[in-house]
């Protein structure tokens, strides 16, 4: 049966990712309830303006729409067949889309009964500081931000509100975007200090964290771009789960972004997945915060700031492309590309090495896209966009074409795990089961700029994560400590991520590239050592409600009966 979601009552950044649909530029904004029922008239206050996952209609499109200073429209058309996300209501998109989530404290302050906040799940009562341990957060505790550090007390962070914003011809944020602010700003002034806007964020304690996509040159003034401060390209293959998209478009996607079943084809994850109240791959509805309606529609997101020191990755892949080129007996540029692309496990503009695994194969592969595209040739354009997301991990067995350890294939093993997996016969295995169920929805902006023409690791850049999912621990924590930090399941030891793992002096991190075993004459290359490339600045957990709960909460009628 098809999986319908009522998208008025789900929050829009679970299902969207705002970055990637137009809104480039963004602010997240921390406060703190000091006040019950301030806290409540607040988040009532709030609520109108908040953006749901109902269809929009895009002027982008070719569709008008008026500039108004409240981005908020209130306008509804009916359009019916719309051909890129599911239901047929349509708001008309908004310059800046507003979201709100609260962590376990902030909703302890709004006075939610406790017999509703005792069924929330452990990893979330917790708080993402208490659970440093578990994703090798320790050495870094003393370089969070301070809004982070002096989060206790009548300092904690209770609310994130999120303002993702479209931009302007000349790469600014619309304008909105401070209309917006000051109206927030005013919103806790009239609470009377029942709700404070924290600072403390970045080395300037700013009031909120600035976040933007990094921007190039584009023919008519300054472009987004989906690259982060390394230089990578970002945003392919979040999974695909039932109800996030039209039939049209899920079964595109649905492609290497869902579950691989046992006959190689692929189907959507289980909605439970990534939103409470939904059966997940289990088949089961799990236990949540009563009353259902308090819980269904709404997740759970951890939010962390990431700073990637990129003058020391720079260094890295320059000293170990020219170790590559010096034993391969290759260009200086060819060596650093396939060092970058065997960390990662895709070329830098996001091609996966298992569609094109060396540099030749990525130049054919570049060659055959400019000229698809110099042609206008929509088939072909469709094939290869495909590439970057349908493949499996079969025909690679040991790891020679995408390494086991990549970044790539720790963060979606697909098929890696199956027990059948090294096994002659094409016909067995059981597909992506074992991953299923690790699965997240990554969400978020880079922040700050970086000049590489004054290269520094102590300036302000790095990247916000956010990953969105049902199960914090079992979802988000299993990824990041057993995958990331820990390489067992991939047969490397104690070896971590080479890009975002603990590479902690004096141990040398190192990542092994196998050589191919159908060409005995090449060798394996070391990757050693690997300087700590990422480092958290803090971050917390955060629930997510729906439409529905955070009437509830703002009009303080929880009933857990």
Excluded at 153 to 171: F, Q
Excluded at 225 to 245: A, I, T, Y
Excluded at 409 to 431: C, I, M, T, V, Y
């Amino acid at each position: 049966m098809t999986t319908l979601l009522d998208l008025a009552d789900i929050q829009g950044g679970i299902l969207r990712a705002y970055g990637l649909q137009g809104f480039p530029k963004a602010r997240y904004f921390f406060l703190t309830v000091r006040d019950a029922a301030a806290g409540r008239a607040f988040v009532e206050a709030l609520r109108p303006k908040i953006c749901t996952a109902a269809k929009w209609k895009d002027p982008d499109r070719g569709e008008p729409l008026q500039r108004t200073r409240n981005p908020r429209v209130k306008d509804i058309v009916r359009a019916e067949g719309a051909d890129d996300y599911p239901g047929t209501t349509q708001l008309l998109k908004p310059y800046v889309a507003i979201n709100i989530a609260f962590t376990f404290m902030g909703l302890l302050a709004l006075e939610v009964p406790t017999r509703t906040l005792r069924g929330m799940p452990d990893a979330f009562i917790d708080g993402m500081a208490a659970r440093a341990s578990i994703l090798g957060d320790d050495p870094f505790l003393d370089k969070r931000d301070a809004v982070w550090k002096n989060s206790q007390g009548e300092n904690r962070v209770h609310i994130l509100v999120s303002m993702n914003a479209r931009m302007e011809p000349d790469g600014t944020p619309t304008r909105d975007l401070d209309y917006e602010t000051r109206k927030l700003q005013e919103l806790c002034a009239r609470s009377n200090g029942g709700v404070v806007l924290l600072a403390g964020h970045g080395p300037k304690d700013a009031l909120w964290q600035e976040m933007s996509a990094v921007m190039y040159d584009g023919s008519d003034g300054p472009r987004p771009s989906n690259k982060e401060h390394f230089g990578l390209s970002d945003g392919f293959g979040d999974p695909v789960f039932e109800g996030q998209l039209p039939p049209r478009l899920e079964e595109l996607r649905k492609i290497g972004g869902g579950k691989l079943l046992a006959d190689r084809t692929w189907q959507p994850l289980a909605t439970g997945e990534f939103l409470l109240g939904y059966p997940d791959e289990a088949q089961e509805i799990p236990g949540a915060a009563m009353p259902i309606e308090f819980s269904r529609n709404g997740t759970f997101m951890a939010y962390r700031k990431l700073h990637e020191s990129v003058a020391t990755f720079d260094a890295c892949i320059a000293e170990q492309g020219a170790r590559y080129a010096a034993m391969f007996g290759v260009p200086q540029v060819e060596g650093e590309e396939t060092v970058k692309a065997k960390m990662v496990g895709r070329w830098s503009d996001g091609v996966p090495l298992m569609a094109a695994p060396t540099f030749a194969d990525w130049e054919k592969f570049k060659a055959e896209l400019a000229d698809a595209h110099k042609r206008d040739d929509k088939p072909k354009l469709a094939q290869i966009a495909l590439a970057f997301t349908n493949f499996t991990y079969r025909p690679d067995v040991p790891g020679a074409q995408c390494p086991m350890t990549s970044h790539l294939r720790r963060a979606n093993p697909r098929d890696s795990l199956d027990p059948h997996f090294g096994s002659p016969d094409p016909k067995s295995g059981d597909g992506s089961a074992l991953v299923n169920r690790r699965r997240i929805l990554r969400r978020g902006l880079p922040y700050g700029q970086y000049d590489r023409s004054q290269p520094s690791d102590h300036g302000e850049h790095g990247i916000i994560f956010l990953a969105i999912c049902a199960d914090l621990f079992r979802q988000f924590e299993f990824v990041q400590q057993q995958w990331m930090q820990y390489g067992l399941d991939f047969n490397a030891g104690s070896d971590t991520c080479p890009i975002i793992g603990n590479h902690i002096p004096p141990d040398d991190a190192k990542q092994v590239v196998v050589a191919d075993p159908a060409t005995p004459e090449t060798r394996p290359f070391i990757t050693t050592p690997i300087p700590q490339l990422v480092e958290p600045r803090g971050g917390d957990y955060f629930f997510i409600p729906s439409m529905t709960a955070l009437r509830m909460i703002g009009m303080g009628i929880v009933d857990p009966t």
